[in-house]
C-alpha cells in the first residue's frame, strides 16, 4: 500500500457530494471514496492531502483547444474571425519552428492544467505534428491531439497534398492509439481550407482507428456564407454530406444551426463543443445552448485559443457560459450552475467518448483537482458548486492530478518553463508572423 494516496476535503461530482470526504488513489485510478473517517480506518499511509475546507472535483474537461496558436496570443485583439485567420493565426501557424510550436504547445498546456484542465481536446497545425503530440505527452496532460489537415486556401507552407497529409495522420493514429493518455485525433480545420475529399477520408480513418473526427462547424456568419458559396448548403447540413457527423465527432462552436441542422446533429448523436468567451471576443454569437440541452445532445465546455479567448481559463468558461444563456433567454434560471459543472466535467467526458473520466468514482482515472479556496470570495460556502461556477479562480487550485501524477502542488506547477517563456518573449519582440510568408 505504499503508492497509495488519499485526498482529503469535500467531494464535489457533478451528481452528489461528500462533506468530509476522501478519496484514495494508487497509480493512475481511484481506488476508494468514502467520508474521511471510514478512509482513514481502511488505509493507513501519511501521504495525505488536503483538509477538511479543501473541495475536491473531477479534472475539467476542455473539448476544444489549440495549445499551438499560443504566441499569438495578444497580437490579434479585435478582428472579425476570417481576418484574424488570415492576419496572424495561419501565417503564424504556417511558419512556427519547431522549437517555437513546442514552446507555444508547452505554455497552452501548462496554463490549461493551472485551471484546472486535466483532459483537452486540442488541434495542431500542419508543420511539425509530432513536435506537438511530444509537448502533449511531456506536458502531462490527457488529451485527444490531430495534426491540422488542409489542403486548400492556406498558407503555400502548410498546405498539404490530401494523400501525403493523411498518409501522416494514419501513420500518427497508430502511433497514438485509442486508451492512451495521448490519442491522436483526425483534425480537419473546416470547410474552407479542406476538399471534400479530405473531410471524407478524415473521417472514415477516424472511424476505423476507434479514434474521435474533429472540426469547426457554424462558427461565423460570415464563414457560414462562404461556406454556403463552395457547398451550397449551410455549415451542419454541409458536413453531413461530407460524412462529417456521427458519435466518432465533435463540432467545434456550432452557433448558427437552425432547427433542420439542430435535428442534424441530434439524430446523429453528433457530439458538440461550447465556446462562450472564444465565441464573445470573435463576436461570433450566442450558441443555442439552450436548445441543445433540451434535446438530449452530448455537449461540453471549451476555451479554444489564447487568440480567440486571452487564455484558457476554464473558470471563465464556466461563468460565461451560463451568464450568456441568462442574458440572451432573460431568465435566471438558464444554465443554472449545478448543469454548468456538469458540462464541465463529465458532459465533457462523454462528448469526447471517455468513459473513466469525468467523475470521481473508484475505477475512473485520477483525474482530480484540489482547491482550497480561503480567498476573502470563499466566505460564507453554501453551496460548492455555485461557489465553483459563480466566484472560484484558478488562484483557488492547490494540486492537479493527471493519471495519478501529482502535476500541480499547493498551486505550483511541477515544470520548469522558464525556457519556454523565454522564447515566446523573444517571439513577440520579433512577430514573426508579418514578415515569414
Ligand atoms: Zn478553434
Redesign the pocket.
Known sequence: MSSIRIIRGKIVNPYDIINNGAIVIEGDIIIAKGTFDEISERYKTDNIIGDLRSLILPGFVNT???AVQTLFRGAADDKELLDWLEDVILPGEATLTEEELYASCRIGYAEMILSGITTTND?LTGNHARTGMQAAVDSGIRARVGKMLMDRNVPLQMLGKTDEIMKEANELAVEYPKGGRIQYSFTPRFIITCTDELMRLASAAAKKHGLMFHT?AA?NRKEGDTVREFTGKGYIDAMDHLDGLGEHVIL??CVWTDKYEQNLLRETNTRISH?PS?NSKLASGIAPVLDYIEQDMILGLAT??SP?TGGHDFFLEMRLATFLQKARHKDPKALPAEKVFELATIGGAKALNYDNIGLLEVGYKADIVVLNPTHPSAYPMYNPISYIVYTATSRDISDVFINGVHLIKNGILLQDMSRYYEIADRYAEERPFENRI
Open positions: 476544444h483547444s489549440h488541434m469547426h462558427e467545434a462552436h465556446n472564444s479554444d485559443g480567440a
